[in-house]
């Protein structure tokens, strides 16, 4: 509406930091969201007005005026999609903007996540993703970035983009890179449904159904991840029982549509066809990890990754012995990345190298931001003189 999306959030912030004046004395409104709304488009036409008011001042005096005209707020609002979340998502990915200052600005406004989260998702600085956002921001309202949906015929060039934010949304719920939370499921639920909404959009676009199925598939492990007690549970030690049967069918059934449009295979595809190896064993010991490490081949030479490779050397300690494992990640460098000394944890520990294990389960637990996950990795470094479990290098930290 004010074609700033700086100046936008501002606003929002605005008519927050009055709800949280106004409702513990007056109540919470019958529709908050409405309230939300009215409030920050009242202030909204105050800057306008003010801004109209002191343009009128630097013209020349007696120009005509009159014919100044309210901006209409809701003027074209109602488009093909009809979603407003979608339509900030297209907003915030449109090509002016790097394919990095994409993910990040939306991750920031549509997932709530901080600067030095999103710094993690992309395994980048935090300062270098705070300088983008803000590039992001100023670009969008310099090229006057409007809050609509592209031409229909203009949407699938957008589409890598879009999926890549949802593939990042997904990530953070899936597995909270910071703070006291194992997981974000609202994020992940968020996601699913604007997957499933682009998946409306574009039917015959096989990498939409191939990223509903990954995120589905891997959603439906959420009910086991956590115990009893709230602490993490590692894939191969979850109780499958637990797996949430209708998102298995859904995301299957997402994986057939791929295979049904004969279009070449993309990474979400692949990464898709990953996680239902998993969905298909009834107990770990049923994983097909030869499979697994073959599916992840292809995929390191369609996509290369160095995390994909790290799951790569996780699938071939699994399927070829931890020896063939180990020399995978042992090439490998991923700056504070708490996965890579997890997993060589691991497969230390089943060669054996009981300290070289416990060392890099230390290092795993001294690098993480989260709480949760932190508590794993010290659980497993205390553990590695006992029975071998295998699991902490397993790929279960999100499809990444």
Known sequence: MVGDVGLAEELAQDALVIALEQWPAEGVPPNPGGWLMSTAKHRAIDLVRRRATYERKLQEVGRETAGHEEPDWDADLDDHIGDDVLRLIFMTCHPVLSPEARAALTLRLLG??????????????????????????????????????????????????????????FNEGYSATAGEEWMRPSLCEEAMRLGRILAGLLPEEPEV??????????????????????????????NRALWDRLLIRRGLEALAVTRRLGKPVGPYTLQAAIASCHALSWT????????????????????????????????????????????????????????????????????????EARAAFERAAKITRNERERDVFLRRARSVSGPVSGGAGDPESGPR
């Open 284 to 355: 770990a010991e049923e994983t097909d990890w030869a499979q697994i490490a073959s599916l992840y081949g292809v995929l390191t030479q369609l996509a290369p990754n160095p995390v994909v490779e790290l799951n790569r050397g996780i699938a071939v300690g699994m399927a070829h012995g931890p020896a063939a494992g180990l020399e995978i990640l042992d090439g490998l460098e991923i700056d504070d990345y708490p996965q890579l000394p997890a997993a060589r944890g691991d497969l230390l520990e089943r060669l054996g190298r009981g300290e």
């Open 209 to 238: 159904h191939g990223l509903i199925a990954l995120m589905e598939l891997q959603a439906s492990r959420i009910p086991a991840r956590t115990g009893a007690d709230g602490k993490p549970v590692l894939l191969l030690e979850q």
């Open 112 to 169: 709530g996540l901080t600067t030095d989260e999103i710094a993690r998702a992309f395994l980048t600085a935090e300062p270098t993703v705070g300088q983008r956002i803000f590039r992001a921001k100023r670009t969008l309202a310099k090229q006057d970035v409007r809050f609509e949906m592209p031409a229909p015929a203009e949407l699938p060039a957008r589409l890598t983009s879009v999926l890549g934010v949802l593939y990042l949304v």
